[in-house]
């Protein structure tokens, strides 16, 4: 099959949705004629034209409010708010205007908007330009989050995004804008709230998001060579959350590791780890162990960014001590 | 004035009574308060009728208004009965979403009314946007959106007539000056001299106005109308008013501000300016003004009954609504 | 012992802070003239001063940002913003700038300001004025969140918060702010990180934060009838977590049940829980039960609002679970 | 021109001084980056020199300043050395909060700087607060801030704005108006005429300036700040200027933009025109040009060496001064 690289993936799924329905369109900063920050919109505007892609001042509040403003008259905004750390900045515009107003029109109506970010570290961007913010919008009713790890769920997710009546916030990592992966040509939807086993196994169950899911395969690997049967569980979306795969997953290995990149403590990562306390008590072999960023902002110096963000040997280390904890 | 002479004796008359209509209610509710039975906190609008009305008076169907917290007047001239407003006050389950929302800030995408918000400030970038959905689906339809001076001071605000501005969207900017933010004077949160000049800084323009002067507000609007519908882009508009009511009802209208002030505004109260005019131009009589009130009163006490009688939502209500149901295509294979 | 409501507790410990150190004031929207939404700060003005305590312009984002320079500067701003739901327009300020000022200027300033907000339900009060917001903020390093449940912990609680040289989210629950309770005369303080255990018990953990604390009790009250010993813990903190206290009841009852008003997806209770079902695992008897609104907005009419805050009997239900589960 | 009259001829050289060493290091770090060595993307300030300096220079060191984007100029006058600055550019243990954060915002408490933004925009309310605190310790220190035209279309650029105009704060705002917003001309992104206008709005004077006439910055930064230090409140200055660079090194200088632009500016450089004017008074010589120019160099050649020399950070610094320490009373029976 075709291979894609993530960005192309996204850039091909705004393209068709945009040529398929007249109700999308783009905006937000440098979206147009430059392409975006990390070119994911890179020629659209040629192709697309000035109605359907067009920058903005810099406002990041105006451009989710306008953009939920829009949606509440038909249209289906895909606004781009570049770094997932201007979360902050629209963050009242996603979560007391976009999330609530289906509710509040007593269904009447709905904001079906897609927010795009980039978002996590590993450029040197420093503490404002690459955190992981998913857990910040976690505790919203009304919202839904996707975080795409790959080059073929980032496209079907994506235009599944702009379909849904609902608004959603896309969560693009920016270390993965340039891994390239199969992705099927022309129409296809990846269903949001569907987890996916990246890779099956008994021993283990990795639950991971974004990134780390990649690094959550990779430690799979070299615990397989150690014996370790680990299966990857990709969320895809943090809400809705899949909990029958994460159960069904741990029913049959009985211990659990969850990754993300966003510091361990307060992470969505402590609702995986409820949900399967909870209702897979039972099957339960270990102790739950987290992977996560530690207590602290994001560092600048390439030294201190690298000690920063959760590595496959952290994996590895985790799953052991699960492993290791149900064995002794 | 131009379109104020346009306006018939008709028109006149129902400007007329959608102010008392407006000034009723509120009166009615904000006496209700606090002896059973009104659940929302009533933020009257007594006193800045003349705003709302002037302002929706003579828009499209589908020309949008963005409500304030002093808009009572726009749902009404927008369509949405005292009944169901007076529902809402009384959360019900006949009120606005089925219970869930409140009379203050409700939507109602069939009358033209965006839902407002209780984030001050937040409802003018979203009522931007749906400008922004006018222009790009080529429809000649305006927003009109209210806020008031404290508002002006969000962040919002400015992004908002900033964006407005540059993409020339078809947006009617309408400031009731009232003079307070809550209980803050705007000696304490402005230091500038008038707020229309902002308009400058966003490349369209601005005018302050008397918004006691329900035909003031009418031209104003309707010439804005016009501009934003030729593709002029926006207008801001300051109109200067005053509340009687204090900012909402846990204090009594004469808290932490001189009684007098409140006495020399009554003396510009804008239902009585108008009624003064239309009687001075034989167009209301005393029967007409009485027969009017008479009507209003029984509407009001009509919504009230209506209001009471209707049952409060059921528990379930609460679940439902919380997303938006998709189409089989985005669920295939879904489990969560 | 004297007694005092919430709104007093709190209300006397501004006044002793800014009476015992001159770099401390309050500024907020009506905060002086008109004592606060709540009239937390009534009389302060006249007792105090206008320098010590000053109305500002409607502008939240400036409200926090501006105290997170005074702070800078070395003074002790008490920044109110209202209400709770008005953290998205105060975000940036609080999670860009107050929690990661310390760290960025590699230690040799910090921020040291309180925000202070009403959150909560139960006034009839709305989708944009009830909400709980810990869990928004309780995934970023460098910030304290504290929850003060009664009146001698608010005073203690804050007077701690003001002297911190760190930033501090104060939420003061709505409901609270009549409530009665004894309150030591003059200088005292609570530590922040400490966990309090309101109500001894063995059969069960409940772990509770703000008004919840109150039900919980209640709930307790209610069990001990059904013979079920509940410990009712009130962490008093969600940051820093008291993880040796959660720990150290959770060892002794084997069972554990946290309870918040937000939402119970993505809520703080995950964070517990995970905590719980890594490092008590093997003293759990039973699966971990959390208690909080539904996955909805906050509805206005009562009989709305009522279904979704959470209650006693909620609780009570809760507890008969997971005691029941390890029973059966 | 009162207060550049006073300038003496050391002051002067010293200006020019600074400006070169602004350029230099700018052209240098661009020159570096992509070849290793060069951890932090540059973002150049070349073109833009004479606002930072004009603005910084004669400054008193508690005065604060808040950087831009674009103000290297700002960190130099203010004490920050080439070299810790260029120890930042390269990630290193010696360059600011020991390799925690970047060069480009930087903090000096000491030396006057407040730590700038990743935010755009944030920063003017935090800048403002530093004035608020200025203000209420009664002392007459300035602080000078320096943003964007871009920012100034952020919320927090008009909080921060009308809050300092409300209580009238020792704060000068600088508006390097260079034209664009990342890739986004000015026509996209603002429609009004200019932004000095924008302060009346606030209730302080506003003006536009040439941003590439250090003189004009001096003297306009000078008036504002005895106005402030005298208790008479903010100023908004908008100084028209360009940057030669692209919004940063991931694009050449002439992406989205038309070369002949770039060639006019030029024409119009800062310190070109400083040169020509220093030299028609006899000020400055070929030869101490050439000297300052050679000195210059081998200042920055000396910061390179520095921060190639210097160790990046251990790893273990990461976990250092997320909290500040408390005192003993606070943690009594902390179990946490
Ligand atoms: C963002 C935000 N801040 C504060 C409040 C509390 N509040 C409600 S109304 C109001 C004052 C609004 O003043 P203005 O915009 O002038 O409207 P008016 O009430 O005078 O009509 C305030 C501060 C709020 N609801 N939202
Ligand atoms: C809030 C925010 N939005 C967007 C960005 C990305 N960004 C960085 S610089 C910039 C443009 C700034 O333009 P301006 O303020 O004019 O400063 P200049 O770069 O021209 O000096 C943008 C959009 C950001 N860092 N912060
Ligand atoms: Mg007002
Ligand atoms: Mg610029």
């Known amino acids: ?328 | 004035m131009g379109y104020s002479d346009q306006l018939t004796e008709k028109d006149l008359i129902q400007m007329y009574r959608w102010m008392v209509l407006t000034r009723v209610f509120e009166d009615r509710i904000c006496g209700l308060w606090g002896k059973g039975g009104v659940v929302e906190l009533p933020h009257g609008s007594q006193g800045q009728e003349a705003i709302a009305v002037g302002a929706c008076y003579g828009l499209r169907q589908q020309d949008h208004v963005m409500p304030s917290l002093r808009t009572r007047g726009a749902f009404l001239v927008k369509g949405i009965s005292a009944r169901v407003q007076m529902a809402g006050v009384y959360a019900k389950v006949t009120g606005p979403a089925r219970g869930k929302a409140t009379a203050h800030h409700m939507g109602d995408a069939e009358r033209g009314v965006l839902l407002g918000s209780g984030i001050v400030g937040a409802s003018i970038t979203v009522a931007v946007g749906a400008a922004l959905a006018f222009k790009l689906q080529r429809r000649d339809n305006v927003v009109v959106d209210f806020f008031g001076d404290g508002a002006a001071q969000r962040g919002d605000f400015h992004e908002g007539l900033n964006f407005a501005g540059v993409f020339k969207l078809p947006i009617i900017f309408v400031l009731e000056n009232n003079g307070y933010s809550e209980y803050t004077p705007l000696s304490k949160h402005f230091a500038g001299s008038d707020f229309a000049c902002r308009a400058q800084g966003y490349g369209f323009p601005g005018m302050r106005l008397d918004g006691n002067d329900i035909f003031a507000v009418y031209e104003a609007v309707q010439a804005a109308a016009a501009r934003a519908r030729a593709g002029e882009g926006p207008t801001l508009l300051e109109c200067m008013t005053y509340r009687y009511r204090n900012h909402c009802e846990v204090q009594p209208p004469e808290a932490f501000r001189d009684p007098a002030e409140i006495e020399q505004w009554q003396a510009k109260d804008p239902i009585a300016r108008m009624r003064a005019q239309l009687m001075q131009r034989g167009i209301l009589t005393d029967a007409l003004v009485s027969k009017i009130t008479a009507e209003v009163e029984a509407e009001i006490d009509d919504a009230i009954q209506y209001a009471e009688e209707s049952p409060f939502p059921a528990p379930e209500e609460l679940y439902k609504d919380v997303y938006a149901p998709e189409s089989p295509e985005l669920v295939v294979g879904r489990r969560s």
Chains 1, 3 share one sequence.
């Open chain 1, 1 to 328: 099959m075709r291979e894609l690289t993530y960005r192309e993936a996204i850039r091909e799924a705004l393209r068709e949705e945009i040529q398929r329905d007249d109700r999308v369109f783009i905006m937000g900063e440098d979206v147009a004629v430059a392409g975006g920050a990390f070119n994911v919109t890179q020629g659209l505007l040629a192709e697309l034209g000035p109605e359907r892609i067009f920058d903005t001042p810099l406002s990041e509040s105006a451009i989710v409010g306008a953009a939920v403003g829009a949606a509440l008259m038909g249209m289906r905004p895909v606004a781009e708010v570049m770094f997932a750390d201007f979360t902050t900045i629209a963050m009242d515009a996603i979560v007391n205007h976009a999330a609530k107003m289906h509710y509040m029109y007593g269904g009447e109506v709905s904001a079906p908007l897609v927010v795009r970010l980039a978002y996590g570290g590993g450029m040197r961007f420093a503490a404002h330009h690459s955190q992981s913010v998913e857990s910040w919008l976690a505790n919203v009713p009304g919202l839904t989050i996707v975080m795409p790890a790959t080059p073929a769920d980032a496209k079907g997710l994506l235009k599944a995004a702009i379909r849904t009546p609902n608004p959603v916030i896309f969560l693009e990592h920016k270390l993965l804008y340039n891994t390239k992966g199969e992705v099927r040509e022309g129409e296809y939807l990846v269903p949001i709230g569907q987890a996916d086993i990246k890779r099956p196994g008994d021993g283990v169950t990795i639950v991971a998001t974004g990134l780390m899911v990649d690094r959550a395969l990779g430690a799979a690997r070299s615990l397989a060579r150690e014996g370790i049967s680990a299966e990857v569980i990709d969320l895809r979306s943090i809400q809705p959350l899949d909990e029958e795969t994460i159960l069904g997953s741990v029913e049959k290995t009985g211990h659990l590791v969850i990754v993300h990149e966003a510091p361990v403590r307060g992470g969505f990562g402590g609702e995986v780890a409820a949900v399967v306390a909870n209702k897979a008590f039972g099957y339960l072999d270990a102790p739950i162990q987290r992977v996560g960023a530690p207590w602290t902002p994001i560092p600048f110096s390439p030294t201190l960014e690298e000690a920063y963000l959760p590595k496959e040997s952290d994996i590895v280390t985790a799953v052991r001590s699960v492993v290791g904890a149900s064995a002794g």
